[in-house]
Every structure is written in C-alpha cells, then in structure tokens.
C-alpha cells in the first residue's frame, strides 16, 4: 500500500450536494492526520486536524478509521467557494514532524 | 503577522545556473520544511529542519542545499540549475512538539516559488 492514497476524483457537484472523499494510508502507528485544501495556484491551507475517532467544523466533517488504516472528509450543502483540491496529509514517520501529502482530490461545485 | 514569506515569487533559470529561494517565518516555529509540487507528484519533502543549526534531507534531496542559521530563516539553494527542477516550490513551519504524533500542529506555508529551469 502506498504511503497515502486518496480518491482520484475529480468530483464534480452541484451546489447544496453532500460529497465525500476518502484517503487511505499505511502507517498503522499514525495518530494525527490533516485535511488542507489547495486552490488553483496558491499554497495549500489547513482545513481541519483528525485525531480521535473525527473532527467536525460546521459543514466539514472528518471521521478516521484506524482499523482500517482510512480518513473521510465529508461536505454538507456545497457552496462554490467549496471548489479547490483537498489534500490528505499523515505522518511519514512515529516523531509526527515529516507529513505525507496525498496526491489530492479535485471537487468542483457547481450552480 | 506576515506568516511564511517566500521569495521571489518567480524565476526562470538557465540551465547550470545556481541560486538561493529565500523562506522566512516570524511566528517563532521550531520546524521548518521545504516542498516541491509537481503536476500528478503532489508535495515532496525535499528538506526540513527542527531547530536552528539542525537540517535534514527528505525524500527528493539531490541537488539542493539547506542551512538553518537562525529560527527564522531557512534558504534553499540550487547548487546547479537543471530542467528537472522546474516546479512550485513551497516552504513550510510549524511548531514542533516532544509529543509530535499527538501534534495537531499543522504547517503553514508560504505562498511559493515558481521555478522554470531552461
């Protein structure tokens, strides 16, 4: 299994749509996890930390899996500013420092 | 706050040719890192540092050299420029933590460097 896996996408929706996207990784001993979000040509952001069993910021939902070794971020009621690449992010190794960025997976909302 | 300032924002190289990316931060982290995207790559570590005085090679490292002076500043530099290293690149801090994999500490990054080598 590849360090960090995510769905291809890209997704295209329409505004008010829930959509979800799902990212795998291998590290078992992973504890933290990061969801960013990347718009076209501009430096990624954080959107949410993952830690525990999830995190939920207004209609950004992320829920992880340990067993199953995979995270899902979930969008309520889309809105077009919603459109941007969203990057899964895990630690690379048991100190937490050096993160693994996903390859990301594209969402377009649309009206 | 200016946050991660990164400079120049753009720069085309000549092939063989070498310079510095400048990255500074003014939010007191410890950890500092350097990314290269690529289209189809997403982010590469190409080097990082926990502290002043401390550096550390990632997983694309050829090629390009690293100090860490001080807390704030952490240069990149191309030793010799070459077509393969045209790409976005980003700097990143964070704080670090001596409990890093409960850290929930992400990175803030600046607003990168568009680098054409030709």
């Known amino acids: 299994r590849k360090e960090v896996e995510q769905d291809p996408g890209p997704f295209n929706v329409p505004e008010g749509a829930t959509v979800a996207f799902n990212c795998t990784y291998s590290n078992s001993a992973s504890q933290s996890f990061f969801w960013y979000r990347q718009d076209c040509r501009k430096e990624p952001k954080l959107l949410m930390s993952v830690y525990s069993s999830g995190n939920e910021d207004g209609r950004f939902t992320a829920q992880l899996n340990r067993a199953s070794q995979y995270i899902s971020l979930l969008i309520r009621d889309s809105k077009l500013s919603d459109s941007a690449t969203y990057l899964c992010?895990?630690?690379?190794?048991?100190?937490?420092?050096?993160?693994?960025f996903g390859p990301g997976t594209r969402l377009s909302v649309l009206p | 706050n200016a946050g991660v300032t990164q400079t120049p924002k753009f720069q085309v190289l000549k092939t063989g040719q070498s310079m510095t990316l400048q990255c500074a931060q003014d939010m007191n982290h410890e950890y500092m890192s350097w990314y290269r995207q690529d289209p189809g790559m997403g982010l590469r570590l190409i080097h990082y540092?926990?502290?002043?005085?401390?550096?550390d090679q990632g997983e694309v490292p050829n090629g390009y050299n690293v100090s860490r002076s001080t807390t704030e500043d952490f240069p990149l530099r191309l030793l010799s420029a070459a077509p393969s290293q045209t790409s976005v690149y980003f700097c990143a801090s964070s704080y670090a933590t001596s409990t890093a994999i409960f850290s929930n500490y992400g990175y803030t990054f600046g607003s990168g460097t568009r680098l054409t080598v030709v």
């Open positions: 992010v895990v630690p690379r190794d048991n100190y937490g420092q050096n993160f693994v």
């Open positions: 540092s926990v502290g002043a005085g401390i550096t």
